[in-house]
Nanobody, 122 residues
Framework: QVQVAEPGGGLVQVGGSLNLSCHAS????????MGWYRQDQGNQRELVAT???????NYGDSVKGRFTISRSYVKKQVFLQMNRLKPEDTRVYYC????????????????WGPGTQVTVSS
């Protein structure tokens, strides 16, 4: 299993920047993808950004050009640099880690972090 920790989050003013980090630990064969999703109360979780083990990135339409995802393979960490923040970016942000539990199976499993609150004040 993979444990996911997400220090960071906080309060920032409109137009400001914030950096989120996520760290994966535990027993697994390999991590295939790490990323961020966000959720508003009562809504579905939406894609923010993901990055694969081949450094292929994918961004949600609402954050393209403002957010940048990066990854440290050795440290099993993923980072989300958020710039030009808007009030509508106020959400709980969740880190997701897609991993292969063993080298026997190709299927991946997903572990979620507990979530971290990001609040953008106007």
């Amino acid at each position: 299993q993979v444990q996911v920790a997400e220090p960071g989050g906080g309060l920032v003013q409109v137009g400001g920047s914030l950096n989120l980090s996520c760290h994966a630990s535990g027993s697994f064969f390999e991590i295939k993808q790490m990323g961020w999703y966000r959720q508003d109360q009562g809504n579905q979780r939406e894609l923010v950004a993901t990055i694969t083990d081949e450094s292929i990135t994918n961004y949600g339409d609402s954050v393209k050009g403002r957010f940048t995802i990066s990854r440290s393979y050795v440290k099993k960490q993923v980072f989300l640099q958020m710039n030009r923040l808007k009030p509508e970016d106020t959400r709980v942000y969740y880190c997701a880690v897609d991993f292969r539990p063993s080298d026997v199976r190709m299927e991946t499993e997903r572990s979620w972090g507990p979530g971290t609150q990001v609040t953008v004040s106007s």
